[in-house]
């Protein structure tokens, strides 16, 4: 059974920064795709960015030169840091892994990231 672990979600004040963590336990295949995900109140859950197991990164445009996505493949764990941070950015942020034949992939029980104004 595959288990995503989030962490490092808070309140911060505009312009300031978070470092999200999230930690894969379980059987997953070498190859694969790790990802970070957000939903705002009333809005669907949108993609934030995503990393492969190659290094590979995709965005969204609301985050690019903002958000840095990274992992550590040795221990199955992808990392959001969050940098000038905005209320926009106010949601909960799930992680996701996903590979071939796991459908949508797995996914966090999600860290709610608040950001004042």
């Known amino acids: 059974q595959v288990q995503l672990v989030e962490s490092g979600g808070g309140l911060v004040q505009t312009g300031g920064s978070l470092r999200l963590s999230c930690a894969a336990s379980?059987?997953?295949?070498?190859?694969?795709?790790m990802g970070w995900y957000r939903q705002a109140p009333g809005k669907q859950r949108e993609l934030v960015a995503v990393?492969?197991?190659?290094?590979?990164?995709a965005q969204a445009d609301s985050v690019k030169g903002r958000f840095t996505i990274s992992r550590d493949n040795a221990n199955n764990t992808v990392y959001l840091q969050m940098n000038s941070l905005r209320p926009e950015d106010t949601a909960v942020y799930y992680c996701?892994?996903?590979?071939?034949?796991?459908?949508?992939?797995?996914w966090g029980k999600g860290t709610l990231v608040t950001v004042s104004s």
């Open positions: 379980g059987t997953i295949p070498s190859i694969n795709i």
């Open positions: 996701n892994a996903r590979w071939s034949g796991s459908g949508t992939g797995y």
């Open positions: 990393i492969t197991s190659g290094g590979s990164t």
